[in-house]
């Protein structure tokens, strides 16, 4: 999913716990002028750097999934959650400008190989 707007807030990164790192993006979506919508974004883990370069004002365009999940409280009481989360932050001002290209996260898996690997059979 894509979304255009303005950036409105940006956070710094926050080391949850241990293993998870996360930082927010607050975008004002103006599909009625009379009523902007201001959504939150999550950047988890190597995506947090997507919003090393964005300032707030900047016009930009989001791709994000949508993601949701239940959560029981001890009462039994069930709740659903909701989270946008992006993986692809494109600024609009320029982009007829070539060093606007969209960013992307970097791969977090490790694909380097060794002497041992190169054994293919052809």
């Known amino acids: 999913m894509e979304v255009k707007g303005k950036v409105h807030e940006v956070s710094a990164t926050q080391q949850v716990t241990d293993s998870l790192k996360k930082r927010e993006l607050i975008l004002e979506y103006i599909e009625n002028p009379q ?3 201001y959504l939150k974004f ?3 883990q190597d995506r947090c750097n997507l919003l090393d370069n964005v300032k707030v004002g900047d016009d930009v365009e989001v791709s994000f999934n949508l993601k949701g999940r239940p959560w029981t409280d001890k009462m039994g009481k069930k709740s659903y959650f909701n989270s946008l989360q ?3 932050v494109t600024p609009l001002a320029a982009a007829n400008n070539a060093s606007a290209a969209p960013q992307y996260a970097a791969p977090s898996a490790d694909i380097s190989s060794s002497a041992d690997d190169d054994d293919l059979p052809f």
């Open 35 to 37: 009523y902007p919508e």
């Open 42 to 44: 999550e950047a988890i």
């Open 86 to 88: 992006l993986w692809r």
